[in-house]
């Protein structure tokens, strides 16, 4: 597997490392040699290992549905890590300017 | 410095009968501070001053089994209030909040943290040349390299600076430098020892991993931390686990250390064939035929056995633990952790950028393999490939370990090499660990135990046992230390 210098670009800016074009190209070379070094796992057995798919769940919002439980949830331990009051479902925080009306 | 032959379970007894509890801790100190070995990466006298002060006062601890003992701690274990900064230019200034599990147990025995230890950056290397701070030189020649990651610790209890060190092993970081620096190192069965405070690195891998000068004080040292722990939910109490072996090689940390002298006459040890080879050194091979020849001479039944999938044990976990660590790495991110420097008022991305890009070589060179690795179009062919491997790798050591009670190969195919030597190939260096990995990816536990001299340098033997026999190690160790000593020859200064 060889691995070229944008490409690196394009995976350091996914990891959020910055990396410039000298060490991408000298990355892409180490990284090629490693990935040339790890294709010896094709050529083991896999039967009792896990079946080779990969599921990923959709790329779709997912959103909380119980809007109840979600604010419960904080009852317990909100106001001691500064969450304000909390009656019933309700997070009364503190008023940003002024007095609470 | 501690003197030659004082170990840790000397010094408890001698402050448990009435030394001054200070006494070990200060020498150490004081060695610590004059050490050039670049061992230690901070030492703060004061804590030190505190906590003996606080043994003094409490006449429970005096009587621990660690009582006064001075322990070095590599640079990624939270003690609270003191630096733990993983040798990185990231972590620069910051203060551990809370102390670990393991730590606060070898203190509540009476242990006196005495500082903090150099090692590669993140715990990711096998020479600790990786540190933001320099590397650190093997005591025995300064010109190589002690091995890594946890070459400070290994520096320390080699150079007679501390009788114990902590360390952590993902993939050999404990075992490769005890070889090298030929001391004691012992990476337990994943689940022994709550990484509450460790900082991780690849969490399926990672544990918490002791250096002694011998054999028994590891297995004191090791008894002393082992145990479950609420905070880290991977630990177990392998007494509750069903099928449980009723075998002494089972038995309970308490016994640990008797299993060091009790022999191994009736064992059946099985030297892994694909540890033989072309790739190990001529000298690394000769001291390692000496250890079978003396567990043999000692009773046990020694014959070659193949396990073919840890051949390809090194490239699995060169996938791996770079797939771990991208994301574990994540939160090195300039909010939670990490200097932001003046760019507060920035985009985001130039914050993030500019912690991450205090990363150093090799750790960047791991977050790109495995974000390549994870990545669509690729998980299938690298991961998924490595997990299997893994799988089939974990049922064929069980399987060998049916028909034998313990596994032996080299702990690393060379002996300390000069540094420098590996730093412009990182496969040469990855392959330092060629032997360690595959008790790190099946979670089996295994002790590196000097077993003679090539060249003048150190050679480590590996002893593989079933998860949670941890005192099948320590008697085979104990076996091949005592014919190293009745030898006459071939210890390093530390061994005894």
């Given at each position: 597997?060889?691995?070229?210098?944008?490409?690196?670009?394009?995976?350091?800016?996914?990891?959020?490392?910055?990396?410039?074009?000298?060490?991408?190209?000298?990355?892409?070379?180490?990284?090629?040699?490693?990935?040339?070094?790890?294709?010896?796992?094709?050529?083991?057995?896999?039967?009792?290992?896990?079946?080779?798919?990969?599921?990923?769940?959709?790329?779709?919002?997912?959103?909380?549905?119980?809007?109840?439980?979600?604010?419960?949830?904080?009852?317990?331990?909100?106001?001691?890590?500064?969450?304000?009051?909390?009656?019933?479902?309700?997070?009364?925080?503190?008023?940003?300017?002024?007095?609470?009306? | 410095?501690?003197?030659?032959?004082?170990?840790?379970?000397?010094?408890?007894?001698?402050?448990?009968?009435?030394?001054?509890?200070?006494?070990?801790?200060?020498?150490?100190?004081?060695?610590?501070?004059?050490?050039?070995?670049?061992?230690?990466?901070?030492?703060?006298?004061?804590?030190?001053?505190?906590?003996?002060?606080?043994l003094a006062a409490d006449p429970a601890r005096?009587?621990?089994?660690?009582?006064?003992?001075?322990?070095?701690?590599?640079?990624?274990?939270?003690?609270?209030?003191?630096?733990?900064?993983?040798?990185?230019?990231?972590?620069?200034?910051?203060?551990?909040?809370?102390?670990?599990?393991?730590?606060?147990?070898?203190?509540?025995?009476?242990?006196?943290?005495?500082?903090?230890?150099?090692?590669?950056?993140?715990?990711?290397?096998?020479?600790?040349?990786?540190?933001?701070?320099?590397?650190?030189?093997?005591?025995?020649?300064?010109?190589?390299?002690?091995?890594?990651?946890?070459?400070?610790?290994?520096?320390?209890?080699?150079?007679?600076?501390?009788?114990?060190?902590?360390?952590?092993?993902?993939?050999?970081?404990?075992?490769?430098?005890?070889?090298?620096?030929?001391?004691?190192?012992?990476?337990?069965?994943?689940?022994?020892?709550?990484?509450?405070?460790?900082?991780?690195?690849?969490?399926?891998?990672?544990?918490?991993?002791?250096?002694?000068?011998?054999?028994?004080?590891?297995?004191?040292?090791?008894?002393?931390?082992?145990?479950?722990?609420?905070?880290?939910?991977?630990?177990?109490?392998?007494?509750?686990?069903?099928?449980?072996?009723?075998?002494?090689?089972a038995g309970p940390p308490e016994s640990w250390?008797?299993?060091?002298?009790?022999?191994?006459?009736?064992?059946?040890?099985?030297?892994?064939?694909?540890?033989?080879?072309?790739?190990?050194?001529?000298?690394?091979?000769?001291?390692?035929?000496?250890?079978?020849?003396?567990?043999?001479?000692?009773?046990?039944?020694?014959?070659?056995?193949?396990?073919?999938?840890?051949?390809?044990?090194?490239?699995?976990?060169?996938?791996?633990?770079?797939?771990?660590?991208?994301?574990?790495?994540?939160?090195?991110?300039?909010?939670?952790?990490?200097?932001?420097?003046?760019?507060?008022?920035?985009?985001?991305?130039?914050?993030?950028?500019?912690?991450?890009?205090?990363?150093?070589?090799?750790?960047?060179?791991?977050?790109?393999?495995?974000?390549?690795?994870?990545?669509?179009?690729?998980?299938?062919?690298?991961?998924?490939?490595?997990?299997?491997?893994?799988?089939?790798?974990?049922?064929?050591?069980?399987?060998?370990?049916?028909?034998?009670?313990?596994?032996?190969?080299?702990?690393?195919?060379?002996?300390?090499?000069?540094?420098?030597?590996?730093?412009?190939?990182?496969?040469?260096?990855?392959?330092?660990?060629?032997?360690?990995?595959?008790?790190?990816?099946?979670?089996?536990?295994?002790?590196?135990?000097?077993?003679?001299?090539?060249?003048?340098?150190?050679?480590?033997?590996?002893?593989?046992?079933?998860?949670?026999?941890?005192?099948?190690?320590?008697?085979?160790?104990?076996?091949?230390?005592?014919?190293?000593?009745?030898?006459?020859?071939?210890?390093?200064?530390?061994?005894?």
């Amino acid at each position: 597997m060889q691995l070229d210098r944008a490409l690196v670009s394009r995976l350091a800016g996914l990891c959020r490392i910055g990396v410039d074009e000298a060490a991408a190209a000298r990355m892409a070379v180490e990284l090629s040699r490693i990935l040339d070094y790890a294709e010896q796992l094709g050529e083991g057995d896999s039967s009792a290992g896990l079946p080779l798919t990969l599921h990923r769940r959709a790329d779709e919002p997912h959103l909380f549905s119980e809007p109840e439980r979600l604010a419960g949830a904080s009852a317990g331990s909100g106001a001691e890590n500064g969450a304000g009051n909390i009656a019933g479902n309700i997070v009364r925080v503190p008023p940003v300017r002024g007095e609470a009306t | 410095m501690t003197a030659p032959g004082q170990r840790a379970r000397q010094i408890a007894a001698e402050v448990a009968a009435g030394a001054a509890p200070g006494l070990y801790a200060g020498r150490a100190l004081a060695a610590a501070q004059a050490d050039r070995l670049n061992a230690f990466l901070h030492l703060d006298a004061a804590h030190v001053e505190r906590q003996i002060a606080a043994l003094a006062a409490d006449p429970a601890r005096r009587r621990g089994r660690l009582a006064g003992v001075p322990v070095a701690i590599k640079d990624n274990f939270m003690e609270a209030g003191q630096p733990c900064g993983c040798a990185s230019k990231v972590l620069e200034g910051y203060r551990a909040p809370y102390t670990g599990t393991a730590l606060q147990r070898l203190q509540a025995e009476g242990a006196i943290l005495i500082g903090r230890t150099n090692m590669d950056e993140f715990a990711m290397g096998s020479s600790t040349e990786n540190s933001a701070f320099g590397p650190t030189l093997n005591p025995l020649d300064p010109t190589r390299a002690p091995g890594g990651s946890s070459g400070g610790s290994a520096a320390a209890v080699a150079a007679g600076i501390v009788p114990l060190a902590l360390g952590s092993e993902t993939g050999g970081s404990v075992r490769q430098p005890a070889a090298l620096c030929g001391v004691v190192g012992l990476k337990p069965s994943y689940g022994r020892i709550s990484r509450s405070g460790l900082v991780a690195f690849a969490s399926s891998l990672d544990c918490v991993a002791p250096f002694a000068a011998d054999v028994r004080d590891c297995a004191r040292i090791t008894a002393v931390m082992a145990g479950a722990d609420p905070a880290d939910s991977t630990t177990v109490d392998p007494a509750s686990l069903p099928g449980r072996s009723a075998s002494w090689e089972a038995g309970p940390p308490e016994s640990w250390e008797a299993a060091c002298g009790r022999g191994v006459r009736g064992m059946r040890v099985g030297v892994i064939a694909e540890a033989e080879g072309p790739g190990v050194e001529p000298g690394v091979s000769s001291a390692l035929d000496q250890a079978r020849a003396w567990l043999q001479a000692a009773g046990a039944t020694v014959r070659t056995i193949s396990i073919p999938s840890t051949a390809q044990a090194l490239a699995c976990y060169c996938i791996l633990a770079p797939a771990e660590l991208s994301a574990n790495l994540a939160r090195f991110d300039g909010v939670r952790y990490g200097p932001r420097g003046d760019r507060t008022g920035g985009a985001e991305g130039g914050v993030y950028e500019h912690v991450r890009g205090r990363f150093g070589p090799e750790v960047q060179r791991r977050l790109l393999l495995g974000t390549f690795a994870l990545s669509a179009g690729y998980a299938d062919r690298y991961y998924l490939r490595a997990q299997a491997l893994r799988r089939r790798m974990i049922a064929e050591m069980d399987a060998a370990l049916q028909e034998v009670d313990l596994l032996l190969s080299p702990t690393s195919p060379t002996v300390a090499f000069p540094l420098g030597a590996r730093a412009a190939d990182p496969l040469a260096m990855y392959l330092s660990d060629i032997f360690t990995v595959p008790a790190s990816l099946t979670g089996l536990p295994a002790i590196s135990v000097p077993c003679g001299l090539s060249g003048g340098l150190p050679v480590g033997a590996q002893l593989t046992a079933r998860l949670f026999e941890e005192a099948a190690l320590f008697a085979a160790a104990g076996v091949i230390e005592e014919a190293l000593f009745a030898a006459g020859a071939g210890q390093a200064p530390a061994a005894r």
